[in-house]
């Protein structure tokens, strides 16, 4: 399943977890914002997100990324203060239950550091240390796992600024660029993992270029991270609303497993599973040959 993918890729160091990526892996979405694209308001109490992210761990997750800022077009943001109030008290009671690592989805070093002292082990951070200083040196003194992601501008900005002349080589400047000032103040490279970012200031050939030519951007050497679970653009081929593109993400995913993505950021855990497993099963059969 790897062959795509440089042996140095091939572990992520995240506090106190070592993730080994011998296949890949599902990364279980947990959104607590009143906004989401998909699933914002979904969770009336944390007994009920605590259930759900059980039931994601249950059916194959093998990791967990937990928001409180909606990124998706257009949105607000919101104050550290508000970010954390609604983050906190779910993720303390996550972390106690689930035995998987916790990333927290969060462009605010504030609330990161609180995150990881509550048992968060990554940060995924959509403006890879752009919108924070303080985010690369926190990832550095605690060796949190940290997830550098492309976008031009910001949520509010980023698809007024979906042009490019090639988008996989500008996405691969970019992420060789973020990667190499992170690792310029402290951070190791084996804590980095990297997202082009579907969706992300990206119009639908942009994410169908990026999704076709994934192995280009396996050549980093560093894990990819990809979230294309209900995007708008599988809506837009498919022509289906936001809660009917589980089959057009199944596809998606399985694409992208083909092409080399190590670890695969889904709101249908077991569906996206059966998935994997197929792509897996028929490149077993390949290397077989």
Not at 27 to 41: A, E
Not at 134 to 162: F, I, R
Not at 208 to 225: I, K, M, N, Q, T
């Amino acid at each position: 399943m790897m062959s795509r993918v440089r042996q140095s890729a091939n572990r992520i160091h995240a506090g106190q977890f070592l993730i080994t990526i011998d296949r890949p892996l599902l990364v279980g979405i947990l959104n607590v914002t009143p906004d989401s694209f998909s699933d914002g308001g979904q969770f009336r109490s944390d007994d009920e997100a605590i259930a759900h992210a059980l039931r994601m761990v249950e059916a194959g997750a093998a990791m967990l990324d937990i928001g409180a800022e909606s990124s998706r077009p257009g949105a607000i943001p919101v104050t550290e203060e508000e970010e954390t109030a609604r983050l906190m008290p779910m993720l303390e009671k996550i972390a106690r239950h689930c035995r998987v690592p916790i990333s927290v989805d969060t462009t605010k070093a504030g609330v990161a550091r609180r995150a990881i002292e509550a048992g968060a082990s990554l940060i995924n951070d959509i403006s890879a240390l752009r919108f924070d200083p303080a985010m690369g040196k926190l990832a550095a003194e605690t060796g949190a796992g940290l997830v550098l992601m492309h976008m031009p501008g910001t949520p509010q900005t980023m698809q007024q600024q979906a042009s490019y002349a090639d988008v996989v080589h500008e996405v691969t400047a970019y992420l060789t660029e973020r990667m190499a000032a992170a690792e310029a103040i402290g951070v190791k490279s084996e804590q980095i993992v990297l997202d082009p970012g579907f969706g992300f200031g990206k119009l639908v050939p942009h994410n169908l270029a990026l999704l076709d030519r994934l192995p280009e951007l396996c050549d980093l050497g560093r894990p990819l991270f990809v979230g294309l679970s209900r995007k708008s653009f599988i809506g837009q081929v498919t022509g289906r609303p936001v809660n009917e593109r589980e089959f057009g993400t199944a596809a998606a995913v399985a694409l992208a497993v083909e092409r080399g993505a190590s670890l695969l950021r889904v709101h249908d855990v077991a569906h996206m599973a059966d998935a994997v497993k197929v792509v897996e099963a028929v490149m077993r059969q390949r290397a077989q040959k």
